[in-house]
């Protein structure tokens, strides 16, 4: 069980466009997710942790009017880049947890790889 | 500020034993947990730590003291598929948050 899924698992797009990636908890429902994203040789970054129903709290840093978070139902998160950059092209990755569960767990995505040309 | 501290790199030789430490520097703490992660892949749990001291499940084994702000992953019989960045995480008071260490790079020998 608590299997997440991400689409698309990678995408290439040019740079000014924008790209949505999902994030979709499978078999349990996610009351939080949040959204990493991580360079090459480089820890996780948070980028931003959302609860169903309400608007995702941004890390210090993170352009929210760039990267939109949408936590619309407790099985489905998406992050959308923005007007995406070459400075953007980075690992995306999302974890989700829910409220029975013991605080330390959280379920990871599978991860995006984005690349902006 | 919130920083967890971890070797860069560790090597080791098939069938050995190798122990990765971490400490921490986190504003509220309720535990250590340490994630597995290939290249390409997503982070994947490995162990918890809430209390001081060991907890083992199978070949891996992790350590917390609490007073001393340290804990260690100890990964036992090594094997090839062990190679692998290993991270500790701190979970914090903030709304569930993993606090993320930089990743000890896993080298194994044959």
């Excluded at chain 1, 360079?39 to 939109?68: C, H, I, W």
């Excluded at chain 2, 749990?45 to 070949?59: H, I, K, M, Q, V």
């Excluded at chain 2, 500790?88 to 020998?109: E, H, M």
């Amino acid at each position: 069980g608590a299997v997440v899924s991400q689409h698309p698992s990678w995408v290439i797009c040019k740079s000014g466009t924008s790209v949505k990636i999902e994030c979709r908890s499978l078999d349990f429902q996610a009351t939080t997710m949040f959204w990493y994203r991580q360079f090459p040789k480089q820890s996780l970054m948070l980028m931003a942790t959302s609860n169903e129903g309400s608007k995702a709290t941004y890390e210090q840093g993170v352009e929210k009017d760039k990267f939109l978070i949408n936590h619309a139902s407790l099985t489905l998160s998406t992050l959308t880049v923005t007007s995406a950059h070459p400075e953007d092209s980075s690992f995306y990755i999302c974890s989700a947890r829910t409220g029975g569960t013991a605080a330390y767990e959280q379920y990871f995505g599978p991860g995006t790889r984005l690349t902006v040309t | 500020g919130q920083s967890l501290e971890q070797p860069s790199e560790v090597t080791a030789v098939e069938g050995a034993i190798v122990q990765i430490n971490c400490t921490y520097q986190t504003s509220g703490f309720y535990g250590l947990s340490w994630y597995q992660q290939h290249d390409g892949g997503a982070p994947t749990f490995l162990s918890y730590n809430a209390l001081d001291g060991l907890e083992e499940t199978g070949r891996f084994s992790s350590f917390l003291s609490r007073s001393d702000s340290y804990g260690y992953l100890l990964l036992q019989e090594l094997q090839m598929k062990d190679s692998a960045s290993y991270f500790c995480a701190a979970l914090g008071r903030s709304n569930y948050q993993l606090i993320w260490g930089a990743g000890t790079k896993l080298i194994i020998k044959p």
